[in-house]
């Protein structure tokens, strides 16, 4: 363990900063190697390899939590494996067990315990497994050999000030299509949502919302994250899609919003002609948690829904307790937390 880690956690951004240790995995010969945590933060691939020119690749990324005791946890890391799994099946790479990839995660957690940002400093040790084709592959199918790898790198709280509403603006660009895909954590799907976002951002927007891709009425996605909202009659309310990506947090949220706040959970259509409905609304996701949405543009007219600059109560409280949860100052249901020991 390094013991020198001088990192000033109040100023932490998302950006990478190179750790002590990662792990890595090999599939060859239809099976995976043990997997080992190494020094090395490069890969050594073959220039033909199906990940750098067909985008055979998928990712997860997750937390891991310093609580007030000092422990550090992981939220809900079975569901980034099993959404792994999910990836994998869709673009013909092999599946890693749950508890391959679990075990990966905590591997690396542990070896880069010094990393792991204080509690109450919002900071956190982000995770980043991924599964890339390699070998030597030209032609468009399955490579024969894989790589699944996890690192991590300290990340700072999304919002600095404290949590604050931003605007976003509605994409005429698709970030999937119908039946393509958009529920899986592949790469494919990112490169082409870096324009649209580059758009958004000259237009002044934190980024842009995605809607339906067969009619483009109906919300999809919020950039890399989920969309919920509020209904004035106190309905926690996300759009079900088959190319939405699944999000753990999202789920999560449902569940706090039903069990912990008593509130009616939906999934179902939410039309953006139709954004009247919502009370709150805002777009959730491993990084920020809750992104609280102040308003949508759409053709021209900015439709606001708490307030621009103001949080929502509801929305606050389903931050407050899923954030607690994360970092052990809320009860978290069973299951969710595992701790790194
Ligand atoms: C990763 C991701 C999310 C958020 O998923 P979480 O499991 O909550 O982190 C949402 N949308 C897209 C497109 C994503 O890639």
């Known amino acids: 363990m390094s013991s020198n880690v001088n990192i000033d956690w109040g100023k932490l951004g998302?950006?990478?900063?190179?750790?002590?240790?990662?792990?890595?995995?090999?599939?060859?010969?239809?099976k995976w190697d043990e997997g080992?945590?190494?020094?090395?933060?490069?890969?050594?691939?073959?220039?033909?390899?199906?990940?750098?020119?067909y985008g055979q690749e998928c990712f997860e990324g997750l937390k891991a939590y310093r609580t007030k005791e000092g422990k550090i946890q992981l939220f809900r890391p079975d569901e980034n494996?099993?959404?792994?799994q999910q990836s994998c099946r869709r673009v013909l790479m092999p599946e890693i067990p749950?508890?391959?990839?679990?075990?990966?995660?905590?591997?690396?957690?542990?070896?880069?315990?010094?990393?792991?940002?204080?509690?109450?400093?919002?900071?956190?040790?982000?995770?980043?497994?991924?599964?890339?084709?390699?070998?030597?592959?030209?032609?468009?199918?399955?490579?024969?050999?894989?790589?699944?790898?996890v690192f991590c790198t300290p990340v700072g709280p999304y919002f600095k000030g404290g949590m604050a509403p931003v605007n976003f603006t509605i994409s005429e660009y698709d970030r999937a299509a119908p039946y393509g895909t958009g529920a899986a954590k592949v790469g494919g799907n990112y490169a082409g949502s870096l324009y649209p976002h580059e758009l958004a951002a000259g237009k002044g927007y934190a980024d842009c919302v995605y809607l339906d891709p067969a009619t483009h009425t109906k919300i999809?996605?919020?950039?890399?994250?989920?969309?919920?909202?509020?209904?004035?009659?106190?309905?926690?309310?996300?759009?079900?899609?088959?190319?939405?990506?699944?999000?753990?947090?999202?789920?999560?949220l449902m569940h706090i919003?039903?069990?912990?706040?008593?509130?009616?959970?939906?999934?179902r259509d939410i039309y953006v002609d139709k954004l009247d409905e919502l009370k709150e609304a805002g777009a959730c996701g491993t990084a920020a948690v809750i992104t609280p949405i102040?308003?949508?543009e759409y053709k021209g007219n900015l439709h606001v829904f708490h307030s621009e600059t103001e949080v929502g109560p509801v929305t606050k409280k389903l931050y407050d307790t899923l954030y607690g949860i994360q970092f052990g100052d809320v009860k978290a249901p069973e299951g969710w937390i595992v701790e790194v020991k």
């Open 220 to 252: 999809e996605e919020v950039g890399a994250a989920n969309f919920f909202g509020i209904t004035k009659d106190n309905k926690f309310v996300t759009p079900k899609s088959p190319s939405i990506l699944p999000s753990i947090t999202k789920y999560s």
């Open 81 to 84: 494996a099993k959404r792994m």
């Open 98 to 149: 749950v508890e391959k990839f679990i075990d990966a995660c905590i591997q690396v957690a542990k070896a880069n315990e010094a990393y792991v940002p204080p509690h109450g400093t919002g900071a956190t040790l982000y995770l980043r497994p991924f599964m890339i084709g390699v070998g030597d592959n030209v032609g468009v199918k399955p490579a024969s050999e894989y790589i699944f790898r």
């Open 14 to 30: 998302f950006s990478y900063i190179k750790t002590d240790l990662r792990y890595i995995s090999v599939y060859k010969d239809g």
């Open 294 to 296: 102040g308003g949508i």
């Open 257 to 267: 919003a039903k069990a912990y706040l008593g509130l009616e959970v939906e999934e």
């Open 36 to 53: 080992k945590l190494v020094e090395d933060n490069m890969l050594y691939i073959s220039e033909a390899s199906t990940s750098l020119h």
